[in-house]
């Protein structure tokens, strides 16, 4: 059976996997220059280019840097390759163009359960004897003679104590 060379997809469809294939070849070709050393003039200028061409923002390319900073597997390439794991150039490029605000605590239907729970936890947890003065875990069903099976609790009972 010959399968058909033309998809059913809609215009919609095929910007998406246009746009998906371009950024993905944006973020392949900044790797690719991340591992080659440090963000030289020319390098600058290819990535201005690129980021004209595939016409990701300012945004977008800082965080694609940042992204290939932190990636272990690039630093290791790169520090392996040419000795050099990150560069004040590259750390510079990837800087934020606002910088992060403070997030606050988030607050849901669930926070005072949650925080009920941590206490109970906490208040049970600080019964038990250290890690350094416990022996190995029993096995499933196994009593152990500091940590009897019957006496262990269960989650529903650290949510009804106090």
């Known amino acids: 059976m010959i399968w058909p060379r033309y998809l059913d997809l809609s215009e919609e469809d095929c910007k998406k996997i246009r746009r998906k294939i ?4 944006y973020s392949s070709l900044l790797d690719a220059l991340r591992i080659q050393g440090n963000l030289t003039e020319d390098r600058k200028e290819l990535l201005n280019k690129l980021q004209e061409i595939f016409q990701v923002s300012t ?3 800082r965080a694609e840097i940042r992204r290939s900073l932190n990636d272990e597997v690039l630093f290791t390439v ?4 040419t000795g050099v794991g990150e560069s004040a150039e590259w750390l ?3 800087r934020r163009v606002v910088p992060l605000l403070d997030r606050l605590p988030p607050k849901t239907a669930f926070s005072a359960l949650a ?3 941590a206490v109970n936890v906490a208040e049970r947890n600080s019964t038990l004897p250290p890690p350094e003065e416990t022996a190995r875990a029993p096995a499933e069903g196994e009593a152990s003679p500091t940590h009897p099976t019957h006496c262990r609790p269960q989650a529903s ?3 009804t104590e106090s």
């Open 59 to 61: 945004e977008r390319h």
């Open 92 to 94: 510079n490029e990837s």
């Open 22 to 25: 371009e950024l993905e070849a």
């Open 157 to 159: 009972q650290w949510m």
């Open 115 to 117: 925080d009920k729970v």
């Open 78 to 81: 790169a520090y392996r390759l």
